[in-house]
């Protein structure tokens, strides 16, 4: 059974950083990707950040571009959000996701969702 667990959400100070874990378990081989995602009060879902496990290609959404980064920490299988430069609008519940596929504008791939991590930015 594949489970998918966050970690690292708090509250930080807009200017901030923050960093975020990802850990994973249960996928029998590498040919999977993760991707962060946020949930704000009141608004829909939407994409940050997505990595292929197999080949550690990235890609980021353009709110976030420049300010996160994701990597994949190969001692403690784990994937970290890195997250600097902090706004008041990051403020979010974050989620981990993973699947054979992923987009940061379209998530149909992302099949094992972890439960969230809130993030909160004070203005």
């Known amino acids: 059974e594949v489970q998918v667990v966050e970690s690292g959400g708090g509250l930080v100070q807009a200017g901030g950083s923050l960093r975020l874990s990802c850990s994973t378990s249960?996928?029998?081989?590498?040919?999977?990707?993760i991707g962060w995602f946020r949930q704000a009060p009141g608004k829909a879902r939407e994409g940050v950040s997505c990595?292929?496990?197999?080949?550690?290609?990235?890609s980021y959404a353009d709110y976030v571009k420049g300010r996160f980064t994701i990597s994949y920490n190969n001692a403690e299988n784990t994937v970290t959000l890195q997250m600097n430069s902090l706004k008041f609008e990051d403020t979010a519940v974050y989620y981990c996701?993973?699947?054979?596929?992923?987009?940061?504008?379209?998530?149909?791939?992302?099949?094992?969702w972890g439960k969230g991590t809130l993030v909160t930015v004070s203005s």
């Open positions: 249960g996928f029998t081989t590498n040919d999977y990707h």
């Open positions: 990595i292929s496990r197999n080949d550690n290609r990235t």
């Open positions: 996701a993973a699947g054979p596929w992923c987009g940061v504008y379209y998530w149909g791939g992302m099949k094992y």
